[in-house]
């Protein structure tokens, strides 16, 4: 997991949140007087094009790649979804649970409940209704696989509304995360948010078991050129003298290695393998 940095991207978050309120949302009442209503996440808000758009502009922002998982998140490469960090069916309780916790983004300055938000006679548009806020948008994996197409192991969809902790706003997450020799994915033993980061790494299934052995194979393979890793996806047989050369090495990992050797020489899972090229040389 790595930090995401909105700043940079805020005003054209922004404008893609109020030009849609302004031309789709905005009721002018009498005199000066306006409400905004049917803020539509799943409807106007897509059909407008403005999901699109702020759907473009996360990926940008997290250079195409999965806010949880790093997978490589290239158009043709998987199917993309928007992730409300706050869910949109959130309670006023569970809202406020969220921002109190003092994340940033994801304050009371910078967004509201989308529910406290419509119908309010002559609320300011900022902050920002949370359910078309960028804010609280970041881009997601569908948390597929090969072996399971159309069930999610991980991510977005196998989180639903679960609460987790947003790790990606921590700039110094990549000191708080540790990764063993098995793949697995731990919050540091001094970390200051252990707890929160260890239910949100369940609750996300970011401990699954397709990507612990994603995540060892790129343990084993850190001293292994790229472009060699990349030539084994279109040669089986450099592929399985790839592996076979990286494990079978440690003898705690035996069983695990030869369930690795087996699923990773099929070429849709070696392609999946690659699309976690971030982890190159940083495990």
């Known amino acids: 997991m790595r930090y995401i940095d909105k700043h940079p991207f805020l005003q054209e978050g922004h404008k893609i949140t109020d030009d849609y309120l302004e031309s789709t949302c905005l009721i002018k009442d009498v005199g000066i007087h306006y409400h905004y209503q049917n803020v539509d996440y799943g409807g106007t808000f897509a059909d407008t094009g403005a999901k699109?758009?702020?759907?473009?502009?996360?990926?940008?922002?997290?250079?195409?790649?999965?806010?949880?998982?790093?997978?490589?998140?290239?158009?043709?490469?998987?199917?993309?979804?928007?992730?409300?960090?706050?869910?949109?069916?959130?309670?006023?309780?569970?809202?406020?649970?969220?921002?109190?916790?003092?994340?940033?983004?994801?304050?009371?300055?910078?967004?509201?409940?989308?529910?406290?938000?419509?119908?309010?006679?002559?609320?300011?548009?900022?902050?920002?209704?949370?359910?078309?806020?960028?804010?609280?948008?970041v881009a997601s994996c569908d948390g597929t696989f090969p072996d399971k197409v159309g069930y999610p192991h991980c991510c977005n969809l196998h989180r639903g509304n679960k609460t987790i902790y947003p790790m990606f706003f921590a700039s110094n997450i990549d000191k708080e995360i540790t990764f063993t020799q098995d793949g697995s994915m731990h919050p540091v033993p001094h970390c200051t948010l252990l707890k929160e980061y260890s239910q949100t790494i369940f609750s996300l299934g970011l401990n699954c078991k397709t990507l612990k052995d994603i995540r060892r194979l790129w343990h084993l393979f850190k001293n292994v050129p790229y472009n060699i890793l990349l030539n084994c996806l279109y040669d089986k047989s450099l592929r399985d003298k790839t592996l076979k050369e990286v494990l079978y090495q440690n003898e705690n990992f035996l069983e695990q290695d030869a369930y690795i050797h087996v699923k990773f020489l099929k070429d849709d899972y070696w392609g999946t393998f690659l699309l976690y090229k971030w982890f190159h040389q940083k495990l």
């Open 52 to 137: 699109q758009k702020m759907q473009d502009l996360a990926l940008i922002s997290q250079d195409h790649k999965c806010c949880y998982c790093m997978r490589d998140l290239s158009p043709q490469n998987q199917q993309v979804t928007l992730e409300h960090i706050i869910p949109q069916s959130a309670s006023e309780a569970e809202f406020n649970g969220y921002t109190s916790k003092n994340v940033p983004y994801l304050t009371n300055q910078d967004i509201i409940r989308t529910g406290n938000f419509v119908g309010k006679p002559d609320i300011p548009i900022c902050p920002r209704p949370h359910t078309v806020a960028f804010e609280n948008l």
